[in-house]
């Protein structure tokens, strides 16, 4: 990324978000801008940036009152979404899409006003339904282009926003019998290219949901072209940044595909560590237009309120026997247990996976528990995909899985969340702790225990400061 900025660039960043809104906005208690927004007037008259930041201001001022009037999901987004997706059955009965979230609440506006924007809201919070109902305002199903794309760092997030997508999409009544329906494509790692290409090639989809490497395939190629693209959404933002595999196709697309002018772009996550640099690197390489928006919502708490962090301390080799007593005593009618992956030299080694061992250890003492179903990097991509259906099938599951599962999935039926190992880093925290507590209007506490030794207390201790949490020692 871009190194320091100047005296000079500084004070040009001061000027392009312009979010004063937030600032005041008593809509959503926890709303706020991060960005700047009291020095925006001072530097305005001094910049030749002046006019798009008017013309934002005036897109915002429409936004604010199209978000006070609306209080359910169908007001917020009418003129800009086609009713027949807002009425959707399976959208409003099934799934019970009725009452926008705090970030759908606040986002949609901004993003129906047409500006780039940062999705920055906590895990859980409904970030995945606020960018495809902007897809969804925006793509034509009559043309036969790539009009909307979204960039997801697993195979298994993927599937599940174009599952999403595809309900959004659907035909639901005869009356629609005459319209083609929004076409929606999963590129994905693991995927038959082969049956894409040709799809591709006949009638090129309106919407893609596609894993970077699959992406950069179909581009190379030509097969896969983003000329028409509007919409370019980055989930898991500051995942894919992180990744040293991803990163430098990341930034070949964000620079190459399409002019940014053209281009609404979208960044998601329930983290965005250092955002404020991160923004001002998008706008300085241009990946988003300067007066990209920063929907930040509870700033001052990263991780929802219904979750109730605990943590016992053991010995190292009690872990399996403590981990038994949680389950015993809690008794969760559905969990994910996260548990480190395996380190290459105990790879070459030729010891049994800490997965393996674990599930055996439960299997042999723990009769009557929920099914035990495990998720992992080693495992092939039909695996994988087996152990989502199995778990989703279940009534109530153990899911013993690494940090593969820590991202984007969504299994709302999760109640207990254990650290069978703590994760490297605090925002590996946030999300691991992010696996449950996902119904949004819920109230029902969910629990996220880690198995610690004493020398690790420190190390959670330092996740708690980061994440302002606090977290209760549990004696067995
Ligand atoms: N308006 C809504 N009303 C009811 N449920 C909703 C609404 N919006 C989203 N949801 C549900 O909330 C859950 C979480 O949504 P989603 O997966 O989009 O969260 P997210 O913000 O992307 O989380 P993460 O950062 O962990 O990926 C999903 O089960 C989704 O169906």
Redesign the pocket.
């Known amino acids: 990324m871009a190194s320091s900025p100047t005296p000079q660039l500084r004070s040009l960043r001061w000027s392009v978000t312009v979010k004063p809104r937030y600032a005041f906005s008593t809509h959503s208690k926890c709303a706020t801008t991060s960005l700047f927004f009291n020095r925006t007037d001072r530097v305005l008259s001094s910049l030749s940036l002046a006019a798009p930041i008017t013309s934002a201001r005036t897109a915002e001022n429409g936004a604010e009152n199209t978000r006070k009037a609306a209080s359910t999901?169908r007001e917020l987004c009418e003129g800009h979404v086609p009713d027949h997706v807002l009425r959707r059955r399976k959208m409003v009965e099934e799934?019970?899409?009725?009452?926008?979230?705090d970030?759908?609440k606040e986002a949609l506006p901004v993003l129906f006003s047409g500006l780039d924007c940062v999705?920055h809201?906590?895990?859980?919070?409904?970030?995945?339904?606020?960018y495809l109902l902007l897809i969804f305002s925006v793509v034509n199903a009559q043309r036969s282009a790539v009009q909307a794309l979204i960039v997801v760092p697993t195979r298994e997030?993927g599937m599940?926003v174009t599952k999403?997508a595809r309900m959004l999409a659907a035909k639901s009544s005869e009356l629609e019998s005459d319209q083609k329906s929004c076409t929606v494509m999963a590129l994905l790692d693991g995927g038959t290219l082969r049956r894409h290409k040709s799809w591709l090639k006949v009638e090129p989809p309106a919407i893609v949901i596609a894993t970077l490497g699959s992406l950069c395939q179909m581009l190379d190629k030509q097969i896969l072209k983003l000329d028409a693209m509007s919409v370019l959404v980055i989930?898991?933002v500051d995942f894919l940044f992180n990744s040293s595999k991803e990163v430098s196709s990341l930034k070949r697309l964000l620079t190459t595909y399409s002019s940014i002018k053209n281009r609404q772009t979208i960044f998601?996550?329930?983290s965005i560590p250092q955002h404020r640099r991160f923004i001002y690197d998008c706008i300085q390489q241009k990946w988003t237009k300067a007066n990209v928006s920063h929907v930040h919502i509870n700033a001052v708490e990263p991780m929802p309120s219904c979750l109730y962090h605990r943590f016992v301390i053991c010995g190292k080799r009690e872990r399996h026997s403590t981990l038994l007593h949680l389950l015993q005593s809690d008794a969760p009618q559905s969990a994910i247990i996260f548990i480190g992956e395996q380190s290459e030299k105990s790879k070459k080694a030729g010891n049994v996976p800490p997965t393996t061992l674990l599930i055996e250890f439960l299997k042999a003492s723990n009769g009557g528990c929920p099914e035990i179903v495990v998720l992992e990097e080693d495992m092939n991509f039909n695996q994988r995909a087996a152990s989502l259906t199995d778990v989703k099938r279940a009534g109530g599951y153990l899911l013993v899985a690494t940090d593969i599962a820590a991202?984007?999935?969504?299994l709302?039926e999760t109640t207990h969340i254990y650290n069978f190992d703590l994760p490297k880093d605090a925002v590996n925290y946030l999300?691991r702790a992010?696996?449950t507590g996902?119904?949004?209007?819920s109230d029902s506490k969910c629990f996220v225990t880690s198995i610690i030794t004493s020398e690790e207390r420190f190390v959670l201790q330092r996740f708690e400061n980061e994440l302002l949490f606090s977290c209760e020692e549990l004696f067995l």
């Open positions: 999901l799934v019970g899409y009725i009452v926008p979230t970030v759908q999705l809201a906590q895990t859980g919070s409904g970030k995945t339904l606020a997030l599940q999403v989930d898991e998601a996550s329930a991202r984007g999935v969504d709302p999300h992010g696996r996902r119904k949004p209007f």
